[in-house]
T-cell receptor, first 115, second 116 residues
C-alpha cells in the first residue's frame, strides 16, 4: 500500500534556529501534500496545502514566512520552521494525496521541541 | 467553513462491549467522510471512507460506519471491541468535489480505551 515517510520523528532545537521536516511518498506520486499541526488532546489543524511545483496555500492564521513549505518533486515536500520559538513546539504531521480515489496517506509525524 | 464534531473525548469499554463513536459535520453540500485510527506511537491509518452509494460502510478490523445525511452524521460502530482497539479515532470530512475541496477537516478525536 501507499507509504509516506516523515523525518525526523522527533527533534529538539534551540530557540531562534530553523528546523526542516521532510515528507516523502515512497511508492506513489503525491500530487498534493498537506501539513498539519496537532496540539495535545486536540485535533489535527491543517497548516497548508502544497502542490508539486507551485506555491503552498496556507490556512488563515498560519505565518507563511515562519513555516516554509517546498514541494519540489512529486515525492518530496519539506516544512521548515524558521526562527523557532518554544510556542512552535508541537506535533507536525504530513499527508500525501495521490491517485483518484481520495486516498490520503499520513506520515508518522514529527515531535518538535524548541528549548 | 466546514467543521466536524466528535461527541466523546474519551470512551472506556471492556472487551467484547459494543462501540459507537459519534461524528457530526456541518457542511450542507456533498461530502466525503472518513474515519481514521491512530494507535499509540503510530501514524494515522484509514479505517473506512464514504463517497457515495450504500450509506453503511464496512471498513477494516470489523469497523463499520453509517452515513445519515438528514442528521449530518457518520457514526463509527463495532459490535465487539478488543483490547487491541485501544487507540485514538478521528472523523474527517472533505467536500465532494475537487480542487481545494481535497482538504480534510478533522474532528478533535476520541480516545478509546479497552480494558481486558
Amino acid at each position: 500500500g501507499a507509504v509516506v515517510s516523515q523525518h525526523p520523528s522527533w527533534v529538539i532545537c534551540k530557540s531562534g534556529t530553523s528546523v526542516k521536516i521532510e515528507c516523502r511518498s515512497l511508492d506513489f506520486q503525491a500530487t498534493t501534500m498537506f501539513w498539519y499541526r496537532q496540539f495535545p488532546k486536540q485535533s489535527l489543524m491543517l497548516m497548508a496545502t502544497s502542490n508539486e511545483g507551485s506555491k503552498a496555500t496556507y490556512e488563515q492564521g498560519v505565518e507563511k514566512d515562519k513555516f516554509l513549505i517546498n514541494h519540489a518533486s512529486l515525492t518530496l515536500s519539506t516544512l521548515t520552521v524558521t526562527s523557532a520559538h518554544p510556542e512552535d513546539s508541537s506535533f507536525y504531521i504530513c499527508s500525501a494525496r495521490g491517485g483518484g480515489d481520495y486516498g490520503y496517506t499520513f506520515g508518522s509525524g514529527t515531535r518538535l521541541t524548541v528549548v | 467553513a466546514q467543521s466536524v464534531s466528535q461527541h466523546n473525548h474519551h470512551v472506556i469499554l471492556s472487551e467484547a462491549a459494543s462501540l459507537e463513536l459519534g461524528c457530526n459535520y456541518s457542511y450542507g453540500g456533498t461530502v466525503n467522510l472518513f474515519w481514521y485510527v491512530q494507535y499509540p506511537g503510530q501514524h494515522l491509518q484509514l479505517l473506512l471512507k464514504y463517497f457515495s452509494g450504500d450509506p453503511l460502510v464496512k471498513g477494516i478490523k470489523g469497523f463499520e460506519a453509517e452515513f445519515i445525511k438528514s442528521k449530518f452524521s457518520f457514526n463509527l460502530r463495532k459490535p465487539s471491541v478488543q483490547w487491541s482497539d485501544t487507540a485514538e479515532y478521528f472523523c474527517a470530512v472533505t467536500r465532494g468535489s475537487g480542487g481545494s475541496n481535497y482538504k480534510l477537516t478533522f474532528g478533535k478525536g476520541t480516545l478509546l480505551t479497552v480494558n481486558p
